[in-house]
């Protein structure tokens, strides 16, 4: 089992950054496919960032050049640096690791971009 706990999300001003933080459990975290994920009210969750085992990194075309995703295997931390955020960002966003086939998910943080 692949407990995964988020923290790090709030309230910005749009241009503003944030710095979200996945913490996750299992002796086996450097063989694990990590991602973020976000959902916002009435849409469906859309894949925001991948980072595989082996480093492959991967966003989605909506926040490429303004997020980051990085992973710390010694820590079993993941985060997402978000730079530039707009309005349009807001939602809840989800950490998800993928192990031996199966998925889990932590129960998300709010990120919520208004002036």
């Known amino acids: 089992q692949v407990q995964l706990v988020e923290s790090g999300g709030g309230l910005v001003q749009p241009g503003g950054s944030l710095r979200l933080s996945c913490a996750a459990s299992?002796?086996?975290?450097?063989?694990?496919?990590m991602a973020w994920s976000r959902q916002a009210p009435g849409k469906q969750r859309e894949l925001v960032a991948f980072?595989?085992?082996?480093?492959?990194?991967n966003y989605g075309d909506s926040v490429k050049g303004r997020f980051t995703i990085s992973r710390d295997n010694a820590k079993k931390m993941v985060y997402l640096q978000m730079n530039s955020l707009k309005p349009e960002d807001t939602a809840v966003y989800y950490c998800?690791?993928?192990?031996?086939?199966?998925?889990?998910w932590g129960q998300g943080t709010q990120v919520t971009v208004s002036s």
């Open positions: 980072i595989g085992s082996e480093g492959t990194i």
């Open positions: 299992g002796s086996a975290f450097s063989m694990y496919s």
């Open positions: 998800y690791a993928s192990y031996i086939g199966n998925p889990y």
